[in-house]
């Protein structure tokens, strides 16, 4: 069964910084391209970034880019969102996902990061 | 960039009535659109991928239609269990754009 579980999530003051981890099983993480998305609570989804299955290519959202990087341990499963700069437009619920034939197909819990003073 | 676009926002439906959602593309997207259903307080869950391919595990009574611009999402039966949000998202922009739709949520 595949799992994923997401940790780092805190309150955090505008400017500051905080490190999202994914923890991965039930699957041959190396094997496949991760993502991270963000939900608004109460609103819809918006993708925030991807690293391909060996780590080569990263891609984020123009609203994440420049301050957020995605980086991936394929030796102990998990992916980090390192996220610099922080604002309050960016509190959400920070998913992590897997992603198999260019679509996500699962997805773990969330995080929740809040940006304030 | 594709926007995708959800109809209804909110869709009543009596339980064992059918419900059917909509999502429309700003650009032609081919047949790479995928549904997600998010259960209140839940994370989502991949129902359809290909606009019409049912994820395992996902009951027969769910069922997804269409290619280009306009796609659609059934539920055949509606059960109380499918109270939830649904949201289309294209995946035909690859890396992604962020392109989900805002959703439709379905209430009893």
Not at chain 1, 19 to 26: D, E, V
Not at chain 1, 28 to 41: A, E, G, L, N, S
Not at chain 1, 103 to 115: E, N, P, S, Y
């Amino acid at each position: 069964e595949v799992q994923l579980v997401e940790s780092g999530g805190l309150v955090v003051q505008p400017g500051g910084s905080l490190r999202l981890s994914c923890a991965a099983s039930g699957f041959t993480f190396h094997d496949y391209t991760m993502h991270w998305v963000r939900q608004i609570p109460g609103k819809s989804l918006e993708w925030v970034s991807l690293i391909t299955l060996d780590g080569g290519s990263t891609f984020y959202a123009e609203t994440v880019r420049g301050r957020f990087t995605i980086s991936r341990d394929n030796s102990r499963n998990i992916v980090f969102l390192q996220m610099n700069s922080l604002t309050t437009e960016d509190s959400a619920l920070y998913y992590c996902a897997k992603e198999k034939g260019r679509v996500i197909d699962h997805w773990g819990q969330g995080t929740l990061v809040t940006v304030s003073s | 960039e594709v926007v995708m676009t959800q109809s209804p926002a909110t869709l009543s439906v009596s339980p064992g009535e059918r419900a059917t959602l909509s999502c429309r593309a700003s650009h032609g997207v081919s047949d790479w659109v995928a549904w997600y259903q998010q259960r209140p307080g839940q994370a989502p869950r991949l129902l359809i991928y290909g606009a019409s391919t049912g994820a395992p595990g996902v009951p027969a009574r769910f069922s997804g239609s269409g290619s280009g611009t306009d796609f659609t999402l059934t539920i055949s039966g509606l059960q109380s269990e499918d109270i939830a949000v649904y949201y289309c998202l294209e995946y035909n922009t690859w890396p992604p754009k962020g392109t989900f739709g805002q959703g439709t949520k379905v209430e009893l």
